[in-house]
């Protein structure tokens, strides 16, 4: 077993009398892997499996496990195209993402950072606020954290529409996306980077938007054509954005939407909550005592599912 990528908490006392070899980077990777039949990748921003990946590991390697939602970072087609069984961290961030997009709903409609701007400028500006209630949200993503986030967003007093591949109960097809983003306030993208979804946000969807729509990007940064988006922020043919993942990151220094006054950046840490390491070695943990014991594995992956790589992403 194998895992690369910075520590996980506790992780060693934890695996029984399983042989860990630990791979910080890529060299070590390239060492370490050969040989390896479960890969633990600890880094969701690391492109070192796919760096590093020949045609021997598809005979070794039976098992990989990602700690993050997202299988971006290992969905490159010579992985995707092994037998080896990918499973994912999905339901670990579910209710932290869907509260971090709360915040920023409540953020917006608040002016809170106008707030803090002015309170820097000991200025005293009275203003008046939105609400929320009533405000329409239309979140892309029907896995568990977008179920989560219209859960929270419904139960706020949103009016919420969820988007996935299919229509479903309570469900729109990504088809009907086109038809719901006219009346949309909130857009919220919380769906994984596939054929289908990448690149979804363009200067031909943003032109459906209302000019008093907001975007709140909590999925991958290249769902969106972020040029695009940052040229409808800055001619205020867009009212903000929460962007917390962006198509490189780190977002480089020279990136305008650092600087602008409607756009709320944080750095790809929206399901991040104090514990959600040790969430995560409880969730490798049990299924590694699944794995060795024949049982079936938690979460696993459909990897027929079209998802593309984010690699070459990372600054
Ligand atoms: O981005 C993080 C994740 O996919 O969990």
New binding site residues.
């Given amino acids: 077993m194998l895992h690369a990528g910075e520590t996980p908490p506790g992780l060693e006392s934890r695996v029984g009398d399983a042989r860990l070899r630990f791979a910080a980077d890529a060299d070590e990777l390239a060492t370490a892997l050969p040989g390896s039949d479960v890969l633990l990748t600890w880094d969701?921003t690391s492109d070192a499996v796919k760096e590093v990946w020949h045609d021997d590991l598809a005979r070794s390697l039976r098992w990989v496990h990602?700690?993050?939602?997202?299988?971006?970072r290992v969905a490159f087609p010579e992985l995707l195209a092994t037998p080896l069984t990918l499973t994912?961290?999905r339901g670990?961030?579910d209710r932290p993402i869907a509260e971090f997009v709360l915040g920023a709903v409540l953020a917006f409609a608040k002016d809170t950072a106008r707030s803090l701007a002015l309170q820097r400028d000991r200025t005293w500006r009275h203003r008046e606020t939105e609400t929320i209630a009533g405000r329409t949200a239309t979140v892309v993503g029907s896995g568990p954290i977008g179920q989560a986030i219209a859960q929270l967003l419904g139960a706020a007093g949103l009016d919420v529409r969820l988007v996935g591949r299919r229509a479903a109960d309570g469900v729109h097809a990504f088809d009907e996306l086109p038809g719901l983003l006219p009346d949309t306030d909130y857009l919220v993208l919380a769906a994984p980077l596939t054929d289908a979804t990448r690149g979804m946000l363009h200067s031909g969807t943003i032109a459906l938007l209302p000019e008093r729509a907001r975007v709140i990007n909590i999925g991958?940064g290249p769902l969106v054509v972020q040029d695009d988006l940052t040229a409808a922020l800055a001619s205020g043919r867009l009212a903000g954005a929460a962007l917390d993942?962006f198509e490189v990151e780190p977002l480089p220094a020279d990136s305008p939407l650092w600087t602008m006054e409607n756009v709320l950046i944080s750095p790809?840490m929206s399901?991040d909550v104090v514990g959600w390491k040790d969430m995560l070695v409880e969730l490798f943990v049990d299924n590694l005592q699944r794995f060795r014991t024949g049982r079936d594995l938690r979460n696993v992956v459909d990897k027929e599912r079209g998802y593309v790589s984010s690699s070459g992403g990372k600054a």
């Avoid at 990602?66 to 971006?72: E, H, L, N, P, Q």
């Fill in positions: 969701f990602t700690a993050s939602a997202g299988v971006d994912n961290s670990v961030f991958r993942v790809h399901g």
